[in-house]
């Protein structure tokens, strides 16, 4: 994943990993609620705003944590706030279909491939749940291992008709795995 982001000084700004958990993103500052974690911070992602100033990371990484938190867009504003313009995000969540999506009774939320495009352009006209804005940079759907040896995880990924068409039609049989999103903060220069 790169991270191609606007000014030298933006550059060199941290990584955050939250719900860092044990499997810290090398060279980030991790934050957990559990401090038998690898976390610098120990914070409760519940609790806003997060403690950090606005603009302050080039990177944000959310692997598998968003579906533990009480408010999806509410926290994706907050990962907005914190990150420098064209920062990126990155999120990895289960796809609802997955065995461990309903299998893990801490997991608040399933998601699709689509449910982050309220914060983009293609909004399905719901561009008002939020005024934070992201662009998309890649979505990236992982299959069981069954499906991808047999070609549907690349047609689902080529091809973003294709991706509608399995989640509307047949991703109960041929079923999700993990979502990978990489999107780019879209917010003004700080001054401008
Ligand atoms: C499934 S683990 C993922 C850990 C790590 N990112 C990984 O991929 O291995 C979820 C992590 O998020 C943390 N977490 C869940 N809800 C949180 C919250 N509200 N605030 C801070 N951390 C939270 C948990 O403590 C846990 O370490």
Redesign the pocket.
């Known amino acids: 994943m790169s991270a191609s982001i606007g000014t030298v000084a933006a550059r060199q700004l941290p990584v955050l990993d939250v719900?860092?958990?044990i499997?810290k993103y090398l060279g980030a500052i991790g934050?957990?609620?559990?401090p038998n974690?690898h976390a610098d911070v120990v914070?409760?992602?519940?609790q806003f705003p997060f403690p950090f100033a606005d603009n302050s990371f080039r990177q944000v990484r959310a692997?598998?944590?968003i579906e533990?938190?009480a408010d999806v867009i509410r926290t994706i504003e907050e990962f907005h706030r914190l990150l420098a313009p064209s920062g990126r995000l990155v999120i990895a969540t289960p796809h609802y279909t997955d065995f461990s999506s309903f299998c893990d009774p801490t997991h608040r939320w399933h998601l699709n491939s689509f449910s982050l495009r309220y914060f983009g352009d293609d909004n399905a006209g719901y561009g008002y749940y939020s005024r934070a804005r992201f662009r998309e940079i890649s979505t990236h759907v992982r299959l069981l291992a069954l499906w991808r040896y047999l070609g549907f995880e690349f047609l689902v990924n080529r091809f973003r008709r294709f991706r509608r068409f399995w989640e509307f039609y047949l991703c109960y049989i041929i079923r999700g795995k993990v979502i990978e999103w990489e999107l780019e903060a879209v917010k003004p220069e700080p001054g401008r």
């Open positions: 719900g860092c958990g499997n934050l957990d609620r559990n974690t914070a409760d992602l519940d692997i598998h944590l533990h938190v």
